[in-house]
């Protein structure tokens, strides 16, 4: 891990003015229907997986396209060290986000009457956080497949897939193409759930998938960008 | 002990097109940059002159061959810590403005911290940008200040290898004169530069050899040191008080070996095969008493480089 990465590419994602607007909606947007009804509780945010794309959107592809890369890698800088790097930087910016909207929600609900326990703010809070790293690793990883921000498009046609999948195999009645469906929005978007740690029925599988969808993914990213050829020359 | 650039037998092919179409980019290509040496690569587009300094960098991985820095390949960190680079698309991180961009690099680059501040001053004002310009984002650069943020980048803790692509192209005329002055303190402390450029008079002052390189294959390597041995075109220009006839300039030229092309009332062309030949064409003009007031190659030796017909392979 490179410091000086992970904060210039958070310096980055905090003054690119689409992000920051995509942020501010995607931040307080869910705190409305929190307000409406307190009822709810944290249903209305759900995971990270909208704070991962904002910071995480194009963080490889966009360094690719630009052509900073060059610059970059002509520093003592290890490739796999920059795409962990990326990683890491993408996955903080959306934990920070998610803990910072998970406070103004804790905030809103007790201003509304119907104030979360500690427990369950914590539980919260360390779904949105795991949901952040989560989420970020399969991105990074269609990011280091394609330029620019083709990882967004990429991730959209998965999900659709997953998403057909899903509704062919009910339709159909083969709930193994279901389950692919099921399994390809998982690897998409990792999550886990500490609650049922606390109630003392830790999921093993639920674990192991999350790390190895992690682990895959960055492996491969940098795999990927190890074979990357750097020269506008390969292109020209 | 530094051991300069060895490149042995380098060969890069692309694919390209639907049909994998192979473009042989570079033909097993061999040749030594010695430490302390300043080294020019000149050639016509495609030449495969990018991809050579891409293999340098080792941002290409070549087909065969190899390329080694100081006895290690050319994307061993050791390597990069010692290596500058200017790119000749200047794609930096324009968000940032110039402090900043300096900033990172020489954090990147793993330069002692407490330094930062005075090197990145002390890099600014190298290369000519007021501490207004270091405080400007990146994107509001002109094409020379991109130039000049540039090669203060490359030029961060003193790297031992400088690799400039067209380091001064779009730059105004202060800036050309400011880069050729910047190349020869690399050159006087010591550092090894590899210089690719279309400039070929910039080339032609700054570099200790030039490699000509064409269709992947370096045609020649001219040592800029050593007297020109090909025939070229030398045009005289005298005064007017002391105007010879075409009869006198012929003779002076048959005198000393040349062939007088064109004679005209202020000015002759000769043709002379190397540097005694006009040495000797001079001397006679002016013993005779004639006022010689200039005396220029029509071609420039680099110039020729391009006219001249090449074997592939043959300087290599």
């Not at chain 2, 003193?158 to 050309?176: K, M, Q």
């Not at chain 2, 043709?271 to 013993?287: F, K, Q």
Request: glycine share 10%.
């Amino acid at each position: 891990m490179n410091g000086t990465l992970i904060v210039a590419f958070l310096r980055h994602r905090m003054t690119t003015p689409i992000r920051l607007a995509f942020l501010i909606v995607a931040g307080f947007f869910p705190l409305l229907f929190i307000a409406a009804a307190p009822a709810m509780g944290f249903a209305p945010i759900a995971d990270s997986f909208q704070f991962a794309l904002i910071f995480g959107a194009g963080m490889i592809g966009q360094d690719v396209s630009s052509g900073v890369l060059q610059l970059l890698f002509a520093r003592p800088v290890r490739r796999d060290v920059y795409v962990i790097s990326r990683w890491l930087g993408a996955s903080i910016g959306a934990a920070a986000a998610a803990v910072f909207q998970v406070g103004l929600a804790t905030l809103i609900l007790s201003a509304r009457g119907a104030a979360p326990g500690a427990e369950a703010v914590a539980i919260t809070l360390a779904d949105h956080v795991a949901s952040a790293f989560g989420a970020t690793a399969p991105l990074l990883l269609l990011s280091a497949l394609v330029a620019g921000l083709g990882d967004i498009g990429l991730l959209f046609l998965l999900y659709t897939s997953a998403g057909i999948l899903q509704a062919a195999g009910g339709g159909l009645g083969h709930a193994f193409i279901s389950r692919i469906g099921v399994e390809l929005q998982g690897f998409l978007n990792p999550t886990l759930h500490f609650v049922l740690v606390l109630n003392g029925h830790p999921s093993w599988h639920h674990l192991i998938t999350y790390l190895s969808t992690v682990t895959i993914s960055i492996a491969l990213a940098i795999v990927l960008v190890n074979r990357k050829e750097l020269s506008y020359a390969s292109s020209s | 002990m530094s051991k300069g650039i060895v490149v042995e037998d380098l060969s890069k092919t692309y694919r390209r097109g639907l049909a994998g179409e192979q473009v042989r980019a570079l033909a097993g290509v061999s040749l030594t940059i010695a430490p302390g040496e300043a080294f020019g690569i000149i050639g016509p587009n495609g030449a495969g002159k990018t991809t050579f300094l891409g293999c340098l960098l080792g941002f290409l991985k070549p087909d065969s061959g190899r390329v080694t820095i100081d006895g290690h390949g050319p994307d061993d960190l050791a390597v990069r810590a010692m290596t500058g680079y200017l790119p000749e698309r200047l794609v930096m991180d324009r968000w940032m403005n110039g402090r900043d961009f300096l900033a990172y690099h020489h954090a990147l680059a793993k330069l002692p911290a407490e330094r930062r501040t005075s090197d990145v001053e002390a890099a600014l004002e190298r290369v000519g940008l007021d501490a207004d310009a270091g405080s400007r984002a990146i994107r509001r650069y002109s094409r020379g200040m991109l130039q000049r943020i540039g090669l203060a980048q490359a030029l961060l803790g003193e790297p031992r290898y400088v690799f400039l692509d067209e380091p001064a192209s779009g730059v105004d005329p202060a800036g050309v004169i400011l880069f050729r002055r910047l190349i020869g303190d690399l050159r006087q402390r010591g550092a090894t530069v590899v210089l690719n450029s279309h400039q070929l008079d910039q080339v032609e002052r700054v570099c200790d050899r030039v490699a000509y390189v064409s269709k992947g294959h370096v045609q020649a390597i001219e040592t800029m040191s050593a007297g020109a041995t090909a025939t070229r075109v030398l045009r005289v220009r005298w005064t007017a008080a002391t105007a010879p006839t075409p009869e006198q300039l012929g003779a002076h030229a048959a005198y000393s070996g040349a062939v007088l092309r064109e004679a005209g009332p202020s000015d002759a062309r000769f043709e002379a095969a190397d540097d005694a030949t006009s040495a000797r064409l001079l001397n006679s003009l002016v013993t005779a008493g004639i006022t010689v007031a200039e005396a220029t190659p029509e071609e420039s030796r680099l110039e020729r480089l391009f006219s001249e017909p090449r074997r592939p392979g043959a300087g290599a």
